[in-house]
């Protein structure tokens, strides 16, 4: 059973910086797709950064430039560098990892930001 588990969300203000960590059960980080979304109240779940096993990434256009994703594959890790966070970047964030066609979910962290 593949298990995420994500952390590091919180309150910060306009401008200011968080990173989101997501460990994941078993070696199966260097291997794989994974990706970071998010859901704000009352919207559909959005990608918001991925990532492939070859390193290549993708970003949403409206986190580009602030956004950084990037994983560690000896700590099973992924992460969300976020900077010059602002309100509209309000949301529960997800990660997920696609192993064996099969897709996975943490539980989610929730990020506030205020004006």
């Known amino acids: 059973q593949v298990q995420l588990v994500e952390s590091g969300g919180g309150l910060v203000q306009a401008g200011g910086s968080l990173r989101l960590s997501c460990v994941v059960s078993?070696?199966?980080?260097?291997?794989?797709?994974m990706g970071w979304y998010r859901q704000a109240p009352g919207k559909q779940r959005e990608m918001v950064a991925v990532?492939?096993?070859?390193?290549?990434?993708n970003y949403a256009d409206s986190v580009k430039g602030r956004f950084t994703i990037s994983r560690d594959n000896a700590k099973n890790a992924l992460y969300l560098q976020m900077n010059n966070l602002k309100p509209e970047d309000t949301a529960v964030y997800y990660c997920?990892?696609?192993?064996?066609?099969?897709?996975?979910w943490g539980q989610g962290t929730q990020v506030t930001v205020s004006s």
């Open positions: 997920n990892v696609l192993h064996l066609n099969t897709l996975y």
């Open positions: 990532i492939t096993s070859s390193g290549s990434t």
């Open positions: 078993g070696s199966i980080v260097s291997r794989n797709a």
